[in-house]
C-alpha cells in the first residue's frame, strides 16, 4: 500500500536552515509530484510547493521564493523539502502529499499524505 | 485567514447525518470539480475522502458524499459513528495564485 514516511521532529534556531524527507513506497515513484504542506497549530493549511518527480520541475508558492527548495531522487523514492532563513513563524507542521493523477503538470488534489514533520524555530 | 471558509465546528449524535460547507470562489470552487476532502483524526496524516467533488477513493466508506452548488461545496456524512469524529477539512484547485488552496477545517464531535 502507498505510504509516507517522514523524518522525525526537528528544533531549529531563527536564520537556520531545515531539511524534511519523505520516504515513498508502495507506488512507482517517479510518476507522481509530491506537495508540502505545512500547518502552523491552531491555523489552516498552507500550500508551500510542488515537485514532479516526473520531470523534476518544481513550483513554490510566492510567498516562499527564494526560502525554499524541493527535490526528489528517484534512486531512493525520497522527497526533501529545505527551507532556509528559518523565523519563529515558520513552526509548523510540515506534510508532504502525494499528487492524486500520475504525471500531472499540477496540483489538482492530494491522495496520500504523510504523517507530518514539527518543526519548532525558537531560539 | 483560509481560501475557503468552513464551519468551525458540527456535531451529531450517532446515526444522524451532518453537512460540513465549503465555500470558495469563482476562481476555485466554483470554476473546478477538483474539490477534495479529507479526514484527519488527531495526530494521525490526513485521509482523503472525496476527490473531484463526489467520488470516494476504494475502501472509503459509502456513508461518506461530496457535492458541489455554485462556489460552496459539501461533504455529507449519513449514519454517524464514533470512528467518524475527527478533522475535516476541504481543498480545491485554483487558477489564481497558489494552484490548490484548502478550508480552514471542521471539527466534527460525535455526541
Known amino acids: 500500500q502507498v505510504q509516507l514516511v517522514q523524518s522525525g521532529p526537528e528544533v531549529k534556531k531563527p536564520g537556520a536552515s531545515v531539511k524534511v524527507s519523505c520516504k515513498a513506497s508502495?507506488?512507482?515513484?517517479?510518476?507522481?509530484?509530491i506537495s508540502w504542506v505545512r500547518q502552523v497549530p491552531g491555523q489552516g493549511l498552507e500550500w508551500m510547493g510542488w515537485i514532479s518527480a516526473y520531470n523534476g520541475n518544481a513550483d513554490y508558492a510566492q510567498s516562499l521564493q527564494g526560502r525554499v527548495t524541493m527535490t526528489t531522487d528517484t534512486s531512493t523514492n525520497m522527497a526533501f523539502m529545505e527551507l532556509r532563513s528559518l523565523r519563529s513563524d515558520d513552526t509548523a507542521v510540515y506534510y508532504c502529499?502525494?499528487?492524486?493523477?500520475?504525471?500531472?503538470?499540477?496540483?489538482?488534489?492530494?491522495?496520500?499524505w504523510g504523517q507530518g514533520t514539527l518543526v519548532n524555530v525558537s531560539s | 485567514q483560509s481560501a475557503l471558509t468552513q464551519p468551525a465546528s458540527v456535531s451529531g449524535s450517532p446515526g444522524q447525518s451532518i453537512t460540513i460547507s465549503c465555500t470558495g470562489t469563482?476562481?476555485?470552487?466554483?470554476?473546478?470539480?477538483?474539490v477534495s476532502w479529507h479526514q484527519q483524526h488527531p495526530g494521525k496524516a490526513p485521509k482523503l475522502v472525496i476527490f473531484e467533488v463526489n467520488k470516494r477513493p476504494s475502501g472509503v466508506s459509502n456513508r461518506f458524499s461530496g457535492s458541489k452548488s455554485g462556489n460552496t461545496a459539501s461533504l455529507t456524512i449519513s449514519g454517524l459513528q464514533a470512528e467518524d469524529e475527527a478533522d475535516y477539512f476541504c481543498s480545491s484547485f485554483a487558477h489564481i495564485g497558489a494552484p490548490v488552496v484548502f478550508g480552514g477545517g471542521t471539527k466534527l464531535t460525535v455526541l
Open positions: 502529499a502525494r499528487d492524486r493523477y500520475p504525471r500531472s503538470q499540477t496540483v489538482l488534489g492530494f491522495d496520500y
Open positions: 508502495g507506488y512507482t515513484f517517479s510518476s507522481y509530484g
Open positions: 469563482s476562481t476555485d470552487v466554483g470554476s473546478y470539480n477538483f
